[in-house]
């Protein structure tokens, strides 16, 4: 008896030092488990499900109502997990257009911003890069010609509660596509460059890991961090994404305005008079579909605010220097989602 209680013990420990934790979420998208997956009982870790073993919506939702939600594999098996995920993206985004669009967008975005998890993780890692960035361009061209289904889509991805790290630059590039293609002044080409630009444009936020966003008071050394993201983000994609000058200069510029220090000043236009920037209208609607996006989604320490409020702020931002754009703004989120909220 003495000796199985002491063998359990140094299975337990041995299990502690092996396993590293998944999200639920990554097994919603896959259709067995590719591995085993360990859950705690009564403080003790657990195989609760089976290498093998399908992995349906209800079992997950059993699994979650038992209080299953902290979900670990053993760190051998990790690749497993994220290559069966990058599998799907692949395959979802290949398929596209066949079947239910809203069905369709809704798990190519769902599983985009998973990758984008793995992706800060490892923000050097060129399989994740290019991956993420032909599944972003494929949805680009898919939504392109049905703008009428963002809403719906931005809507249904909010409900999922994906790390805000993750979600908000895809919300922020949804809105921005639609927003150019309803201005109609902008090419197909134009509209894929810029939203490539506005989804990564966040990457050098991988220097800090996720969780601690969500904290409200980040220690010095990390506001730091926060504030030099751009510039961050300018180091790890320069000369792995085709991006021209031009838009890597639009990420390097994404924060012409400061909310960690409440200045509230939008300012391209003296930017663009020095020289300094060739695109100030561009880096403009970059910046305020982020603005919108960081203000309706949620964080720990404040609730999400509501689309037609946020345009409050963002009239602050910019409807004295660029007035006409700030009315287009407001009739784009008039058109396609004010009136179905
Ligand atoms: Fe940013």
Same mark, same amino acid.
């Given at each position: 008896m003495e000796f199985t209680e002491s063998y359990d013990s140094i299975k337990q420990n041995l299990l502690t030092l092996q396993v590293v934790p998944i999200s639920i979420r990554e097994l919603l +998208?896959? &259709?067995? *488990?590719p591995c085993d997956i360990y859950g705690i009982k009564e403080g003790l870790f657990q195989r609760i499900l089976r290498k093998g073993v399908f992995t349906n919506k209800p079992l997950l939702r059993d699994l979650i109502a038992k209080g299953q939600v902290h979900l670990f594999v053993k760190r051998n098996d990790r690749p497993l997990i994220i290559d069966n995920v990058q599998k799907n993206l692949l395959n979802v985004t290949r398929s596209l257009?066949?079947?239910?669009p809203v069905e369709n967008g809704r798990s190519v975005m769902n599983l985009l911003t998973i990758n984008m998890g793995y992706l800060y993780e490892d923000p050097t890692n060129d399989k994740h890069l290019k991956l993420q960035h032909q599944c972003a361009k494929n949805l680009v061209y898919f939504l392109i010609n049905r703008i009428n289904i963002l809403e719906p889509l931005q809507k249904d991805f909010i409900k999922q509660k994906h790390h805000f790290v993750y979600a908000q630059p895809l919300i922020a590039s949804i809105f921005l596509l639609g927003l150019m293609k309803y201005s109609q002044l902008y090419t197909d080409q134009e509209i894929e460059n810029l939203f490539i630009t506005s989804y990564f444009?966040?990457?050098?936020? &991988?220097?800090?890991? *996720?969780?601690?966003? %969500?904290?409200d008071n980040l220690t010095e050394k990390e506001k730091e961090l926060l504030s030099r993201h751009a510039q961050h983000s300018v180091q790890i994609l320069r000369g792995r994404l085709p991006l021209s000058p031009n838009h890597i200069n639009i990420i390097q510029h #994404? #924060? &012409? +305005?400061s909310l960690l220090t409440n %200045?509230?000043?939008? %300012?391209l236009k003296s930017k663009e008079q020095s020289g300094e920037l060739i695109a100030g209208f561009e880096t403009m609607l970059v910046t305020v579909m982020d603005v919108i996006s960081a203000m309706i989604t949620g964080r720990p320490f404040r609730p999400p605010t509501k689309l037609f409020e946020s345009l409050d702020l963002v009239k602050i931002l910019i409807a004295d220097q660029y007035p006409q754009e700030f009315r287009l703004i407001v009739s784009y989120f008039k058109s396609f989602f004010f009136d179905k909220n």
């Open positions: +998208f896959i &259709s067995t *488990a257009s066949v079947g239910n444009k966040d990457i050098g936020m &991988s220097s800090i890991p *996720a969780e601690k966003y %969500d904290q #994404h #924060h &012409s +305005f %200045d509230l000043h939008l %300012d």
